[in-house]
């Protein structure tokens, strides 16, 4: 590539400009100020995981588990005893107080951009909603104590809190500004964890042909539009406890011209409206870490009863701490659950889900294990398949657990 | 909506007690000058938008920059960004000051027993 005499002589590596982002009729503005907002707070995820990781990993090797040793006569054996050593260790507490006001910072810029324009938005949404029977509230919904106890990935108000009738604010910020933390490996319409499971099933299942698709826990529809575009004689159902989101999400489904799909207010744990044997597919995506113990048994039980014979269901989440995953990596992986507000993800990636679908009822013989990375236009976007850096617990690189009936 | 009402939902803190790294005073500076640096960025940016449209146009020259005067309503549209800008910067003390309205908060480490029972 020729330069002129003012351009770097270095070749760009990171994030894309926001600009390359997908839109759709519900999708926030966002003013020029807003995008570079964006485009900093991206750098600097990216900054952390590459430039600063580096040095929490040798101050961890080098000064953390030689003092640890000391003290107790013996090397750490788990992430909990790594984690309270670390918390000993500046380069670590620094880490974590930039990545934690980073997030911060990440929730402020998009829920102004979100809350600005609140009602242009609800107005576009109604419009696009208004008498749709696609979209099924429930103004009786009990939001569990694992959504309301403290709000996931520190967004305030999570999924569910809405500060209007019809409104959409939460679905806005979630939908517009998750570039932040993914950094563009999620593509364009943050599509590409649904887009890695559709190429996963039509590889490894080619002659499966379902008419009935549920996700659990679809928020607004990132994950499930490809899923719904990539079977066009299927019919999709979503279910989400949050209002927000479901309006926000069938909105941007008709705008991008994805009819069949449907959005229902409701907990996974209880999907007693539908009866037994509904669906032939059923998919979470990045779901299982945001619930609790109780419910990942309810959900799992659930799927089974609405399975069909010859059915699958298939949970795509950050893969589970395993003793072939070095301490430190379970460690850094765990930071969210403890500092970013998510509870569950801790126990969630230690729990033996293979034997967790064999108790609700999947023959153990029939249990699927897979891998996929986000797949995206790799002309705009960063390929997860191709990006050797790690941060931990977000990147686009994901497990699929799931099972057969 | 008002601009006051807007600004604090922008920056309101989430459920759950915040933990802190540092001396939570030092953290708080450091969560402040984050925030700047977030800004400065922002700003830099603008400059060398403007700076490559001007030039691409051949239409202002550094001088018209240098000794531009803004009108009543430009000054308010001006001023109305410093305090947008002031409010994102100090959105760390509008947090500690929400999380001393509440003794509801749970840490997510503590939910994360209740939950896993």
Known sequence: MEHNSQSSP???????????????????????????????????????????????????????????????????????????????????????????????????????TAIRQRERLAEIAKELTNDDDRLELDSEIVIPRYVSGVDHHCMPGSYHSEYFAGDVTNGANYDHAGFVTTAGLLGKYSDGGGKAVVNWVKKNLPDFHPKNILEIGGTVGHSSLPIAEAYPDAQMTVV?????????????????????????????????RFPDASFDWIQTTMFLHELSSSALRNIFNETRRLLKPGGIVLHVEQPQYTSNMPIFEQTMRDWDAFYNNEPFWSRMHEIDLTQQMVDAGFDAKNIIHGGVTGVVDKELFPDAAEDESED?????????????? | ????????????????????????????????????????????????????????????????????????????????????????????????????????????????DELAR
């Open chain 1, 10 to 112: 270095h070749v760009y590596e990171g994030p894309p400009d926001y600009r390359v982002v997908g839109r759709h009729a519900v999708f926030p503005e966002t003013s020029h100020d807003e995008v570079e907002r964006i485009n900093y707070l991206a750098q600097m995820n990216r900054f952390l995981s590459t430039s600063i990781v580096p040095g929490v990993r040798a101050a961890y090797e080098t000064e953390v588990q030689p003092k640890f040793q000391k003290k107790h006569g013996h090397g750490i054996s788990n992430r909990h005893e790594a984690r309270k050593a670390l918390l000993e260790n500046s380069i670590f507490c620094f880490w974590s107080a930039v990545r934690r006001a980073t997030m911060e910072q990440r929730q402020q810029a998009g829920r102004w």
């Open chain 1, 392 to 405: 931990f617990g977000r990147k686009a690189a994901w497990h699929v657990i799931g099972g057969k009936v």
């Open chain 2, 1 to 112: 909506m008002s601009i006051e009402a807007a600004l604090r939902e922008a920056g309101a803190k989430p459920a759950g007690k915040r933990p802190w790294f540092l001396d939570e005073d030092v953290e708080t500076v450091l969560a402040i000058t984050l925030s700047v640096s977030q800004e400065l960025t922002v700003a830099r940016q603008r400059i060398d938008t403007l700076e490559r449209l001007l030039e691409s146009k051949g239409i202002l020259t550094r001088a018209e920059v240098e000794n531009y005067t803004p009108d009543k309503q430009a000054a308010d549209e001006r001023a109305l960004w410093v305090q947008e800008y002031i409010s994102r910067v100090l959105r760390v003390l509008q947090q500690r000051g929400e999380a001393s309205a509440t003794n509801t908060d749970v840490a997510s480490e503590d939910l994360g």
């Open chain 1, 240 to 272: 989400d406890v949050g209002a927000p989101v479901l309006r926000y999400a069938l909105a941007r489904a008709k705008s991008l011209n994805v009819e069949n799909i449907r959005f229902v207010q409701a907990s996974g744990e209880d999907l007693s």
